[in-house]
């Protein structure tokens, strides 16, 4: 098909109408199959929302020549991706204000954690050994800077040595 030229800019042909609206189409069809719905299934709960058949769907989506793109249906799509992206991005946010709260809680366990071991420290109470724990490390009481070198103070250290599984090995 040749391309129609108004003015400078050329007028969009029907392929590449067709190329436009696919990008979302197939995103919405990958976000049913991502979730567990199989293609067949994902072309139908698709089709349903843009209003037109599972069949079309696979003709667009497979570029056959037979398939004809009008303007209600990219309307139609481009709504439904909108929509999409739009929930999308509301998870998105909800998740990170739930791991805001959750580095804040952790930050704030971490201080009162620090203060109590210092404020125990400074008493020279011989409890605090038992109340800190048995495994408890030394270094959980100094005070790092940031809240990732708190959050890699609090852990204790990884080695292969220390795994149940392997003192039961080496024992024997």
């Not at 109470?125 to 103070?153: C, D, K």
Request: hydrophobic content about 40%.
């Amino acid at each position: 098909m040749r391309e129609k030229v108004r003015g400078r800019e050329p007028m969009m042909t029907a392929d590449q109408a067709r190329e436009e609206i696919r990008s979302p189409l197939d995103f919405l069809v990958r976000h049913h199959v991502d979730g567990g719905a199989p293609r067949m299934r994902a072309y139908e709960r698709v089709g349903a929302q843009i209003g037109r058949t599972p069949a079309w769907v696979q003709r667009v989506l497979g570029r056959r020549p037979d398939a004809s793109v009008g303007l209600h249906d990219a309307l139609n799509i481009r709504a439904a991706y909108a929509r999409l992206c739009d929930r999308i991005g509301a998870a998105a946010d909800a998740v990170e204000a739930e791991n805001q709260a959750l580095r804040r809680d952790l930050d704030a366990a971490l201080q009162r954690d620090q203060s109590v071991v210092a404020l125990a420290q400074r008493s020279g109470a011989p409890e605090t050994a038992a109340a800190r724990g048995a495994g408890a490390p030394a270094a959980s009481a100094l005070v790092p800077t940031t809240a990732r070198a708190r959050r890699r103070a609090s852990l204790p250290p990884r080695d292969v040595n220390d795994l149940p599984l392997w003192r039961g090995l080496t024992e024997e």
